[in-house]
């Protein structure tokens, strides 16, 4: 009896550093998704809905995962410049344009795009404010 | 003792279920100003009677580049807003509200939507064409109109009273109000509510077959 109880314990312990060693990048993302989701509604949901599911065909919606992730690195240039030109999302044509938000610095914009990333049932990971920057540099 | 008091609970029961169960049937208000005046009665005599506010005739070219009239709404309930196709701000959330319970009432041509923009220099009908077709509700039940500033400000404020201003200090343009308002079939207000609230969008949903089931009597 007495060993098993030092046996579970042992365990427990040994669970809570497991847990709380949790790799720092992992805390950082979800920092950055919660963020990301006041930025989305402030600046986004209007259009793109609450899940992401967009407008008709005058808002694409968010959740082609396949798109996010071939265009990962235009994405920031997409939410900081808008978007002129149609794109096709799912499948389906979007025309008209994006408007512009000029006034998100990067890590506003890092942290948009983790959040949209990780939701609507996408699941693609961090974003860094480094990678943002370097991404806005290569906007055509 | 627990029967003495079981027999005062039972009794105040059953008082608040007729209580509740008495109450007459819902109606909704009438909103604007009213007014009373002296009418003649069919029968000779005159008499006092409530006026109340009503929409007056419109006139105003549609997404088809037709001219549409009040005419239009004959015997219709409908919900009318004011709004601009390349508005990113309240607008869309406005109008998925507005499609959400156009998609509920799609089979009932008793029920009809009225946009006005309130862009007069870049909406013009084909424009609202696009933007109709593209929100997915071109059938005709939902009519988007364009109208000269004048005219459609003017019904805006003097009649739907819905705020609108022109205003070239905001980022795009305008300053509305996002109310959608509820017309009955004698084109009097009955109600208006914020169509970017979402639980004011769920009472307007409740309403509607409130206001269809009072023409029906």
Redesign the interface.
């Known amino acids: 009896m007495r060993r098993f109880l030092i046996g579970t314990l042992f365990l427990l312990l040994l669970a809570t550093i497991i847990y709380s060693c949790q790799d720092a990048g992992q805390i950082k993302q979800d920092v950055y998704y919660v963020n990301g989701r006041d930025l989305y509604i402030k600046h986004c949901?209007?259009?793109h809905?609450a899940k992401g599911e967009g407008?008709?065909?005058?808002?694409p919606p968010l959740t082609d995962s396949v798109f996010l992730k071939s265009n990962r690195e235009k994405l920031a240039c997409y939410i900081k410049n808008g978007i002129k030109d149609s794109i096709v999302i799912n499948g389906i044509k979007y025309e008209?344009t994006m408007?512009a938000f000029p006034e998100l610095y990067d890590i506003d914009i890092a942290q948009l795009l983790v959040y949209i990333s990780n939701s609507f049932g996408n699941k693609q990971g961090m974003y860094t404010t480094e990678s943002v920057a370097t991404d806005l540099k290569n906007c055509k | 003792m627990k029967l003495q008091i079981s027999i005062p609970l039972s009794l105040f029961a059953a008082a608040i279920v007729l209580i509740t169960s008495c109450q007459g049937e819902k109606k909704l208000p009438i909103l604007g100003p009213r007014t009373v005046e002296t009418v003649k009665k069919p029968d000779g005599s005159s008499g006092v009677d409530t006026v109340y506010k009503t929409i007056p005739n419109f006139s105003f070219l549609n997404q088809d580049s037709v001219t549409i009239t009040n005419d239009k709404f004959r015997d219709k309930i409908y919900i009318a807003d004011f709004f601009f196709t390349s508005c990113?701000?309240?607008c869309?959330?406005m109008?998925?509200n507005m499609?959400e319970i156009f998609e509920k009432y799609k089979d009932n041509p008793e029920v009809m939507y009225l946009s006005h923009t309130i862009d007069f220099k870049y909406d013009t009908p084909s424009v609202l064409k696009k933007?109709a077709?593209?929100?997915?509700?071109d059938n005709g039940q939902w009519q988007f109109v364009y109208g000269s500033k004048d005219s459609v400000y003017k019904i805006a404020e003097k009649d739907y009273l819905v705020a609108v201003i022109e205003d070239s200090t905001a980022k795009e343009g305008y300053i509305h109000q996002g109310w959608l308002v509820l017309i009955d079939k004698q084109k009097r207000i009955r109600g208006a509510y914020d169509g970017t609230d979402t639980k004011q969008v769920a009472q307007l949903m409740k309403d509607i077959p409130v206001l269809l089931s009072e023409d029906k009597k």
Do not use: E, F
């Open positions: 949901q209007n259009c809905g407008l008709g065909t005058l808002t008209g408007p | 990113t701000t309240i869309p959330t109008h998925r499609k933007y077709q593209k929100l997915g509700v």
